[in-house]
């Protein structure tokens, strides 16, 4: 989190409008290099018991499941849910 200096000196951090030269900008991963990352075969019994097979997994705590799916899900899906997250952690 941006400190208010932080905050006062690069408003747009984080935005499109970004000038991305300052200290407080983080190197994001990509939408595809995560959906290669987090969308793993499931190993759980009780999830390969309902039939799913597929899983987004989550980034901070890998072992819980963001999703489960009986099919791989396509990068559309994934960036589906990666919003949806999004929009309970902040706000969105």
């Known amino acids: 989190m941006k400190t208010f200096k932080e905050f006062m000196e690069h ?4 935005t ?3 000038c991305g ?10 939408w595809e290099a995560g959906y290669k990352r987090r969308v ?3 190993t759980k019994p009780e999830h390969k018991e309902k039939g ?4 987004i997994k989550g980034k901070e705590r890998p072992e819980i ?7 791989k899900p396509s990068q559309e899906e ?7 997250v ?3 952690e902040f706000g969105g």
């Open 86 to 88: 999004a929009g309970h």
């Open 11 to 14: 408003p747009n951090c984080g």
């Open 21 to 30: 030269q300052c200290s407080t900008v983080s190197e994001a991963e990509s």
């Open 40 to 42: 793993v075969k499931t």
């Open 16 to 18: 499109p409008d970004c």
């Open 52 to 55: 799913m097979n597929w899983r």
């Open 65 to 71: 499941s963001i999703k489960l799916y009986k099919e």
């Open 78 to 84: 994934f960036n589906k849910q990666m919003r949806r």
